[in-house]
Nanobody, 126 residues
Framework: QVQLVESGGGLVQAGGSLRVSCVASGRAFRMYAMAWVRQAPGKEREFVAG????????SYADSVKGRFTISRDYAKNTVFLQMNSLKPEDTAVYYCAVDTTGDWQYGTNLRQFDYWGQGTQVTVSS
């Protein structure tokens, strides 16, 4: 069993920045990748960004490229999402997710992630 705990959400004005974090814990699991996924009211969950755990190579949704940066602290089992130039349409609950089986290959298929956090709210005001 893997536990994921997100933190760092909040309210920010359009054009501002915010950083969210997610710590993974549990027994005897291997992390191949972690990702950030978001869900806006009335919409489906969508892939935002992912990072391969060993190589730190990344992948982004087109909607956030150039504005968001995903990174990871290997030793602390922590993934970050730095969000700059935020827009009202970035408002959503942001979830972190982990791939413990090696399925994720930089795509946007959310079924490739095995465990999910509870989410943290990010609200961008206009």
């Amino acid at each position: 069993q893997v536990q994921l705990v997100e933190s760092g959400g909040g309210l920010v004005q359009a054009g501002g920045s915010l950083r969210v974090s997610c710590v993974a814990s549990g027994r005897a699991f291997r992390m191949y990748a972690m990702a950030w996924v978001r869900q806006a009211p009335g919409k489906e969950r969508e892939f935002v960004a992912g990072v391969r755990w060993s190589s730190a190579t990344t992948s982004y949704a087109d909607s956030v490229k150039g504005r968001f940066t995903i990174s990871r602290d290997y030793a602390k089992n922590t993934v970050f999402l730095q969000m700059n130039s935020l827009k009202p349409e970035d408002t959503a609950v942001y979830y972190c997710a982990v791939d413990t089986t090696g399925d994720w290959q930089y795509g946007t298929n959310l079924r490739q992630f095995d465990y999910w956090g509870q989410g943290t709210q990010v609200t961008v005001s206009s």
